[in-house]
Nanobody
Framework: QVHLVESGGGLVQAGGSLRLSCAAS????????MGWYRQAPGKERELVAR???????NYSDSVKGRFTISRDNAKNTVYLQMNSLKPEDTAVYYC???????????????WGQGTQVTVST
């Protein structure tokens, strides 16, 4: 069984910064892409940033230049550094990882429980 545990959310003023972390634990043979999604009230979940295992990244246009995704493969952890936060960044942020539990199993999609980020004016 695999778990993704997020931390680092909270309340911050506009222009401030937060750093989210997500650690994968459990029965893990290998991890592929890891990423962050967010869902604001009344909106669909959207991709924020994603990183392949070799470090290739992509970002949504709304966060380019402000957010940075990184990962520590030795720790099975992905981070999201969020700078110059705006009120429209307010959402629940979810960690996502593509994980293979053993050599004989398929890659599976895992999600964290979500962490609230609130940016005040």
């Amino acid at each position: 069984q695999v778990h993704l545990v997020e931390s680092g959310g909270g309340l911050v003023q506009a222009g401030g910064s937060l750093r989210l972390s997500c650690a994968a634990s459990g029965t893990i043979f290998g991890i592929g892409a890891m990423g962050w999604y967010r869902q604001a009230p009344g909106k669909e979940r959207e991709l924020v940033a994603r990183s392949t295992r070799d470090g290739s990244t992509n970002y949504s246009d709304s966060v380019k230049g402000r957010f940075t995704i990184s990962r520590d493969n030795a720790k099975n952890t992905v981070y999201l550094q969020m700078n110059s936060l705006k009120p429209e960044d307010t959402a629940v942020y979810y960690c996502n990882a593509i994980i293979r539990e053993s050599p004989s199993t398929w890659l599976k999609d895992y999600w964290g429980q979500g962490t609230q980020v609130t940016v005040s004016t």
